[in-house]
């Protein structure tokens, strides 16, 4: 009887260490795996924080413009800006956000977008720009990776997910367990492991709550993830209110086709038809009538307009400030210059809300300089913690070896890791296929092939 109670701590204390040097090799292997997409998230999320900062800065000189009497009207301005790109077509015009602002118009030519940028008050071009060439644009696209393809796009959402990963298995390595130091402390110099070890702990331990926002609200832009979020959401009337759409004729175009910035939630929202039977007794109303209409419905300065296309097309003025309670799209009828459909942010459902909340505050907008600086000081501590994460392993690893935290002595302790695999799976499918696929490497091929067993011990 006594053997059988001695041996229970025991075995307790086996698989408290199992477990501990499961997650603590998962954590690794992860770590090492995503390290150079979650640096090129933090570098260029820092800087896409401050867009306006550098745009006003570095590209003062198209942006701003000393404030006249009285601006032109729209269609001036549109004419000037496609005298500008010979055999161009207009497709979008951007009102002036405030009264020192320039004017964008969007035109297009051989399928490719340029940006016109215009003084308003005297219809003078400050620049052009190519609508992928624009700084903020590119920084963005490598961001996401969708620079350079689709595929490299579902790597970051792999990122993002094995972010989430490192958050909460960092957290458990961290967890105080009868120590002092490496909690709230770091202790040692920097010629010390124990020093880059306690200061990767506790910087991911104190941070690991936003870094893990981050990954959660950057999920909405991914590939795989987003898109079918998005469309289960708006097939069940749960992203954008479909009903507004019940009584106006629909086009195959979505919201995304034809506006330069849509917010996430209204993207794949469908696009009204003009009344096309009053084209044949009724002319455009023109870019100036619908402008004056945005206006007039009390939409917020400095957005944007859509011009039809075709002659079922609509005027679309649309706006997404920083501030999501002033996120609005108007569709007008180009003969009558009704408004056709109108939603604002506060008709959205729970879900859109929620979304577009957390989209706002990720990109540090919600809430003015707090949020940008709060969201900075996460970006550099993702930074911090991938260099201290580097220097640690390096310090630590064995000579010729990868120098990969040893296997759990009880691997039965699996089992429960793999459990939660495949419910990470079903959430997010991409990250949970990379997670099992991981594992399935690290029991079947190292854990049985002598080489990389000795490589990666």
């Not at 909340?357 to 969201?375: A, E, P, T």
Request: aromatic share 12%; hydrophobic share 45%; with cysteine.
């Amino acid at each position: 009887m006594s053997s059988i109670t001695s041996a229970q701590p025991a075995d307790a204390a086996a698989t408290g260490v199992s477990l501990y040097r499961a997650i603590w090799r998962w954590h690794f292997f992860a770590g090492l795996l995503v390290i150079p997409f979650m640096v090129n998230l933090a570098v260029t999320g820092s800087l896409y924080l401050f867009k306006d900062e550098i745009n006003n800065t570095f590209f003062g000189y198209r942006y701003i413009v000393q404030q006249g009497a009285q601006p032109l009207d729209p269609e001036t301005l549109v004419n000037a800006a496609v005298a500008a790109v010979p055999g161009s077509t207009a497709t979008s015009y951007k009102d002036q956000a405030s009264p020192d602002r320039s004017v964008i118009v969007t035109v297009s030519r051989d399928k490719t977008s340029t940006l016109v940028f215009l003084n308003p008050y005297d219809g003078k071009v400050l620049d052009t720009v190519g609508a992928e060439q624009e700084f903020n644009y590119v920084v963005k696209r490598i961001h996401s990776l969708a620079w350079f393809g689709d595929f490299t796009n579902k790597l970051i959402e792999i990122t993002a997910g094995f972010a989430m990963v490192l958050v909460a298995t960092g957290i458990f390595l961290w967890w105080p367990r009868r120590q002092t130091g490496g909690v709230v402390t770091v202790r040692g110099t920097p010629s010390r492991r124990i020093f880059w070890r306690d200061l990767h702990a506790v910087t991911g331990a104190f941070a690991g709550i936003l870094i893990f926002f981050l990954a959660l609200t950057g999920m909405p832009w991914s590939g795989y993830w987003g898109a079918n979020v998005n469309s289960w959401l708006g097939s069940h009337g749960l992203g954008y209110p479909t009903q507004l759409w019940d009584n106006v004729p629909k086009s195959q175009k979505v919201s995304s086709d034809i506006l330069p910035k849509v917010g996430w939630t209204v993207e794949k929202a469908p696009v009204p038809l003009s009344d096309i039977a009053a084209a044949q007794s009724k002319k455009p109303v023109g870019l100036d009538v619908a402008v004056d209409t945005a206006k007039a419905s009390g939409i917020r300065p400095g957005f944007d307009v859509a011009l039809p296309s075709d002659a079922s097309g609509v005027y679309s003025a649309a706006i997404y400030p920083d501030d999501v309670a002033g996120q609005r799209m108007i569709h007008i009828d180009q003969y009558s210059g009704k408004p056709l459909v109108d939603l604002s942010y506060s008709q959205y459902p729970i879900f859109g809300k929620t979304i577009e909340w957390g989209i706002s505050v990720h990109q540090g907008q919600q809430y003015g300089r707090i949020n940008q600086f709060l969201m900075l000081a996460t970006c550099l501590t993702i930074i911090l913690s991938c260099v201290t994460g580097l220097v640690m392993w390096w310090k630590r690893r064995p000579a010729g070896r990868v120098g990969v935290p040893p296997m759990p002595p009880k691997p039965s302790v699996y089992i429960g890791l793999w459990i939660i695999a495949v419910i990470f799976a079903l959430a997010f499918p991409l990250t949970g296929l990379a997670i099992l696929a991981m594992v399935l490497v690290d029991q079947l091929v190292i854990r049985f092939v002598p080489p990389l067993k000795r490589a990666f011990a």
